[in-house]
């Protein structure tokens, strides 16, 4: 009955006309950095230049379609045809009209615009390091006050939403656990790149894509000017992921930016610190649950079971059950531990996006849970150990 | 739908009959006809697929399908319509009108020709073999990659990617081997006395089809070999830690993947003129300005092919090169819109279905022109890039430029294939209901990707859903309009008002010159043209 | 000798036959079977074996029924000029295959490889990486495999693949002779060039597989050693196959030859057989140059 009721909708939406659309989006979001303005501006222009041609030809044709029917007794000029000369005049003609369209009209602010974009480098203030990931953003800032702090943010619409379990939220699906902060006014160099496949880091309101391509590095650059949060979507077809990796950009003001970076770094010292004391087994578990729903789950799925082929099952998994370190006390190869820290095939290297803690309390999780009874504990203090 | 004609005509006894006649025919018309309707086929698959994809984006949440699986149909859809659908159309109207056009007895290597054909359906098989083996619990189904196949996306996906990457080398042989046949029954079976400038248009634009296809489906053979021993073989290709690129996978591919959209459409461009000729009963206008324009075409596709990935980052020379160069292929076609519309101009127009069929198409197909004229600039290409604002102008141009262009062509050649005439009415609201809900489709879609939908997701935002409801059920009106098609096309093959020779009052070209349907061998005496 | 029935204006069109059905069955077996033996299936094996057995019977057959069809004199001076049109697209079809690894190789020594080495020192990927050819790479991981950048010895150019060079440029000299001996309706000396070309053909090939079993054995050079590995392989493996299914082109037209095949007037096979042969010449020249040599 919902569906029908989806069905009467969309079709009266559709005759109504555009007033019932008052509240929708025809055009480019409201540009909230320069690039994305000078975009917008080319972008209205030239849509109006399409339009006029379109109109302007089909109002020829149309003319045409009505005057010229046989049924009125139009005769067609067959005998004699135009002359060849007069053809080539006339074909000249809509040929220089688009020259000068193309090359002027349109080819001159074109010009201006990719060089403003691609100038990623000139009066740069600082530069974040964005990281695809299959399929979430790890945000690394290289220099500045926030110099030093790196996290991932994940999705964070709960996958009752999406299964149409429970009601859906505002931002459905463009909602993250750690948005990346950056500061007003700032021009900001973003590095792009990847660990595993294409990802492209898209904001609508900046205007700026710009792919990420595993090994390489790419760059692109924003400067917000109003205070506000953005949200995007990565735009490669990156895997099963792709449409659940948003980007979420909360924009502040530059004294906010510095309040925000000095607690994380508070976090951050606090969190590795964690991986020096020894944890308890429930802690851990409780701990690495979190990790585990927010990281693996896309892949393995909530309960352990993973998707069989491709992603394995972890419950019953000899790798999750088997043992870690070797009788030389360092971790054998093909252990649990080295395949989370180094990946292997499509399962992500997590040593360079979680931390210590989260990967010992991960491990502890499922080998202590998911229907894994193994029994042992792995501390922080281990896997640090084992990074080196 | 010429089952009648072939076996109706049979002068020289030395065939097979029935379906071994079917299996082993080397007769150009036949071929065409097996091309036609396999294309048909092959239309409502690739359709099926992505009514899946329509129902499944009706309202934002997972309803009907996991994402894999979404991203497994999209691909499928996508290789499936071009490869499957409009270029074995393409092909089949080759086969069945160049040589009657030109004045030729047949084919020049028949049994090339055939066998061209029947690698198709092995293509077919290795593309929808994987789903049927994951039913079976064997594989993962589909390449989940769309279309493109990107590396390392690719390299990283299932046994599905192997399959696609076959299919594309059985589809590139046969294409290969189908434009050997063209070029060299245009350069060796004309009639006397028709010069290449006196060629119908329609053997023009596929002249041309056929030299961009043995110069670019070679390529694009070689970049999915590359894949493959990236995935098996352990090269690196597209692995920056191997020295490699997966950019250098884009650019193989389009530089295939670019020629391949006018591929698809040089034809149509084609016979397009010959049914505005008709039915406005005036000679074509400016016919060698088309053939150059044409010609124009098919060199300028051939460099422009990195305007398919402007944000994967590239020099600032580059970008502005590829923004020029693709826009200058608006100078030729807007020559061609122009030479279309003065055609119809001071003609005497009647608007039987082709003619409506034409008509749409210049309109549709102008808006699908017109957006690709803006997608080409790099600035507001970050913006427009993979979102449905693409999708839009691609079907604007494929749907319309390619599938309802060859429904023109059908209609138009339908009564001389068969023998008969099709029934007016229903092809008139075919055409009616086709157009509109097509837009219904389609429209939406510029302005859900203006406002920041990306393509190839299963799921959206909210602000999404109204546009994507109105496309969903656009669709599917859209897709039950094509059983009046189906209808049609049977109903004519197997009966109906006899055809006259000449079929439109206005035809002008040496096909209407023959019987409806024409005899087995087509001229067995050539013609001499003045 | 061949006699020309020629019927004025009438275009052999041939009568219907079986062997592209079954020549396409015989892919789908074939490539289905390796898609499965790739994925570890073990039917995959048998389908493959299959699949090759009737493709070739197939060709076989086809091949025999165009011979006969041109000894019973069925194909005149028209259907000739369409084979020699056909087989100049086709071989430029296949330049456009080799176009795409040669194409490859280009972007990668010009593009991706100083590309990946001119990233900002503090921020780059690969410390100390200079992108200097031959190259397999700066290492690193990618889709979780960790590459540990293989040690290889580049391939010279002055040892064995200047003797292929030579091999090569000779066996182009020699089908030309034994054309201008069948021209001569000199027919020793059509066979004699002929079974020259063979000779330097298979010559060619033993000393390609010396070179690739050195390579894998003493050099460190495998398809996986890196960009330097992948195109050397795969240009000069491409390139090798051509060769082979030239010298078994080359074969048939000799054994044809002693048969008392072909004329000096009609002798579409033969030719068709030395363009290809002097295509995969050129290709080699190609491959010389920029693959051993630059
Ligand atoms: C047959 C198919 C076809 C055709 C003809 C075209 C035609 C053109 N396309 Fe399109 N394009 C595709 C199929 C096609 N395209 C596909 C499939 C994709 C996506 C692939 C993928 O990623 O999966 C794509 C994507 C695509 C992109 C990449 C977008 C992105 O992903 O970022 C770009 C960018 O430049 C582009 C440009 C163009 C241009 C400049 C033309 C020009 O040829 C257009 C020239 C025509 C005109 C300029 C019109 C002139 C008209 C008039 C003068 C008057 C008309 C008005 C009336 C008659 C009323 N196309
Ligand atoms: C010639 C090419 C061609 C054609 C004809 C079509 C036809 C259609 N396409 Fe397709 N499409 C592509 C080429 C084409 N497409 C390409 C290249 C892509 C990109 C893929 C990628 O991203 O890799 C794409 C992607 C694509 C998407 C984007 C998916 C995504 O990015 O997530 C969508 C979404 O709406 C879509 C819709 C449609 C629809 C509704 C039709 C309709 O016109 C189909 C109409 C036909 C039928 C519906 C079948 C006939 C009718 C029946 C079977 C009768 C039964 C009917 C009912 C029961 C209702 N297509
Ligand atoms: Cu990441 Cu799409
Ligand atoms: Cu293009």
């Known amino acids: 009955m919902q569906f029908l009721n989806k069905v009467f909708f969309s079709l009266f939406l559709a005759l109504s006309g555009s007033s019932a659309f008052a509240d929708y989006t025809w055009n480019f979001p409201t540009p909230a950095t320069p690039m994305a303005l000078d975009t917008l501006e080319v972008h209205n222009k030239f849509m109006v230049i399409v339009c006029i041609i379109f109109i302007v030809v089909l109002g020829i044709m149309i003319y045409s379609l009505i005057n010229h029917r046989k049924s009125k007794g139009q005769k067609a000029s067959k005998a004699t045809g135009p002359s060849t000369k007069s053809q080539i005049i006339w074909t000249i003609v809509p040929f220089a009209i688009l020259l000068y369209i193309d090359f002027i009209l349109m080819g001159i602010p074109a010009y201006h615009s990719v060089v403003f974009m691609e100038d990623t480098k000139t009066n740069a203030d600082m530069v974040v390091k964005v990281t695809g990931l299959q399929w979430r953003w790890q945000y690394e800032y290289m220099d500045g006050d926030a110099k030093g702090i790196k996290f991932v943010s994940n999705l964070s619409t709960p996958q009752d939403q999406i299964d149409n379990k429970a009601s859906k939220g505002k931002d459905y699906l463009l909602e993250v656990d750690n948005r990346v902060v950056l500061p007003v006014g700032k021009k900001v160099r973003l590095l792009m790149t990847s660990t595993d496949v294409i990802h492209n880091w898209w904001v609508p309101a900046f205007g700026s894509a710009r792919d990420a391509i595993p090994g390489y590095l790419r760059e692109t650059w924003v400067k917000i000017e109003k205070p506000g949060v953005y949200r995007g979507q990565c735009k490669e077809l990156c895997g099963k992921g792709h449409g659940f990796m948003p980007v979420v950009v909360e924009a502040v003001s530059e004294a906010e930016f510095k309040t925000w970076a000095q607690d994380q770094k508070v976090k951050l010292a606090a969190a590795n610190a964690g991986a020096d004391k020894q944890w308890s087994k429930d802690d851990l578990v409780a701990k690495g649950k979190e990790v585990y729903i927010k990281n693996c789950a896309v892949c393995h799925q909530a309960g352990g079971q993973g998707l069989p082929p491709t992603f394995p099952a972890l419950t019953g998994s000899k790798i999750a059950n088997g043992p870690i370190f070797g009788a030389d006390g360092k971790y054998l190869k093909d252990s649990h531990l080295d395949r989370l820290l180094n990946g292997k095939n499509v399962m992500p290297a997590w040593k360079s996006i979680l931390n210590d803690t989260d990967i010992a309390a991960v491990i502890t999780y499922e080998r202590n849970g998911l229907g894994n009874s193994v029994g042992d504990v792995l501390q922080p203090s281990q896997v640090k150990a084992a990074r080196q | ?530 | 000798m061949a006699s020309h029935s020629q019927k004025s204006g009438h275009y052999f069109v041939p009568s219907s036959a079986s062997y592209s059905v079954m020549l396409s069955a015989g892919v789908l077996s074939l490539l289905s079977g390796f898609v499965f033996n790739m994925n570890n299936f073990a039917a995959g094996k048998w389908m493959m074996i299959f699949g090759i057995s009737v493709v070739l019977a197939m060709i076989f057959k086809w091949m025999a029924s165009v011979v006969n069809e041109s000894e019973g004199g069925m194909y005149t001076k028209w259907e000739d000029k369409s084979f020699r049109m056909g087989m100049i697209t086709f071989i430029a079809s296949e330049v456009a295959f080799f176009t795409a690894f040669f194409g490859a190789l280009f972007f990668i020594r010009i593009i991706a490889l100083p590309e990946l080495a001119s990233f900002d020192p503090e921020f780059t990927l690969y410390k100390g990486f200079t992108g200097a050819w031959p190259s397999a790479g700066p290492g690193g991981v990618v889709l979780g495999k960790t590459y540990e950048v293989a040690k290889f010895t580049p391939m010279a150019a002055w040892g064995l693949p200047a003797i292929n060079t030579l091999l090569l440029l000779t066996s182009g000299v020699t089908v030309t002779w034994a054309h201008w001996g069948l021209l001569k309706n000199n027919r020793k000396q059509l066979i004699i060039g002929l079974f020259l070309t063979v000779l330097l053909g298979i010559a060619f090939l033993i000393c390609q597989a010396m070179e690739y079993h050195h390579a894998y054995t003493e050099m460190g050079l495998t398809l996986g050693a890196g960009a330097y590995g992948a195109t050397f392989f795969m240009l000069t493996g491409f390139h090798g196959f051509h060769v082979l299914l030239g010298t078994l082109m080359l074969i048939v037209i000799l054994l044809r030859s002693i048969k008392g095949h072909f004329t000096a007037a009609n002798h579409f096979g033969f030719e068709g057989v030395a363009w290809y042969w002097h295509f995969v010449d050129v290709v080699w020249l190609g491959l010389f140059v920029f693959v051993y040599w630059l």
């Open chain 2, 1 to 530: 739908m010429s089952t009648k004609a072939a076996i109706h005509h049979d002068e020289h006894h030395d065939h097979p009959k029935g379906m071994k006649h079917w299996f082993t025919t080397t007769n150009h018309k036949d071929i065409g006809t097996m091309y036609l309707i396999f294309s048909l086929i092959m239309f409502f698959v690739g359709g099926i697929m992505i009514l899946g994809v329509r129902a499944e984006l009706f309202q934002p949440g997972l309803q009907l399908m996991k994402p894999e699986f979404y991203n497994q149909l999209i691909g499928s859809h996508a290789l499936i319509m071009i490869f499957a659908a409009l270029m074995p159309a393409a092909t089949g109207f080759a086969n069945w009108m160049i040589p009657l056009q030109i004045g030729a007895p047949d084919m020049a290597l028949p049994r090339i020709n055939n066998w061209g054909f029947w690698l198709l359906p092995v293509a077919a098989t290795l593309l929808i073999l994987p789903f049927i083996l994951a039913l079976f619990g064997v594989g993962d189904g589909g390449a989940a990659t769309g279309w493109t196949l990107y590396a390392p996306l690719s390299v990283q996906g299932g046994m599905g990617v192997d399959f696609a990457i076959f299919a594309i080398h059985i589809l590139g042989v046969s294409s290969v081997l189908g434009s050997i046949n063209v070029i060299v029954t245009i350069f060796n079976m004309r009639a006397p006395g028709m010069t290449l400038m006196k060629m119908p248009l329609f053997a023009w634009g596929w002249l041309i089809t056929a030299f961009l296809l043995v110069a670019t489906i070679p390529v694009l053979a070689g970049a999915v070999t590359m894949l493959l021993t990236d995935r098996h073989f352990g090269t690196h290709f597209f692995d920056a830690a191997g020295g490699g690129d997966p950019i250098l996978f884009q650019h193989l591919f389009w530089f295939f993947g670019h020629p391949e959209v006018y591929i698809l459409l040089l034809p149509v461009w084609g016979f397009m003129p010959q049914i505005l000729q008709t039915f406005s009963r005036k000679p074509i206008f400016g016919y060698k300005a088309q053939v150059f324009s044409l010609i124009a075409i098919g060199i300028l596709s051939l460099v422009v092919w990195a305007h398919h990935f402007l944000t994967a980052g590239m020099p600032v020379p580059a970008l502005l090169y590829f923004m020029y160069s693709t826009m200058s292929i608006s100078l030729p076609l807007a020559v061609l819109f122009f030479c279309w519309i003065a055609n119809i101009w001071k003609g005497a127009l009647t608007f039987e279905t082709p003619m409506l069929f034409a008509i749409g198409w210049i309109i549709l197909f102008g808006i699908g022109g017109l957006t690709g004229l803006v997608l080409a600039d790099v600035a507001a290409d970050a913006q427009y890039h993979h979102s449905y604002f693409v999708v839009a102008h691609f079907h604007y141009t494929l749907f319309v430029g390619g599938i309802m262009g060859i429904m023109a062509g059908v209609y138009y050649w339908l009564p001389k294939m068969t023998g008969h005439m099709y029934n007016e009415k229903l092809g008139k609201l075919h055409f009616w209901l086709t157009a509109i809900s097509f837009n219904l489709t389609f429209l939406p879609q510029f302005f859900v990707g203006l406002a920041g939908m990306p393509r190839r997701i299963p799921d959206y935002a909210l602000q999404f859903a109204e546009f994507n409801a109105i496309s969903s059920v656009g669709a599917f009106i859209l897709g039950l309009s094509q059983l009046l098609f189906l209808y049609n096309i049977i109903a004519c093959a197997r009966g109906g008002k006899k055809a006259t020779d000449k079929v439109w009052e206005g035809a002008e070209g040496l096909e209407w010159t023959l019987s409806s349907p024409p005899p087995y061998h087509s001229f067995s005496k050539q013609p001499t043209i003045k």
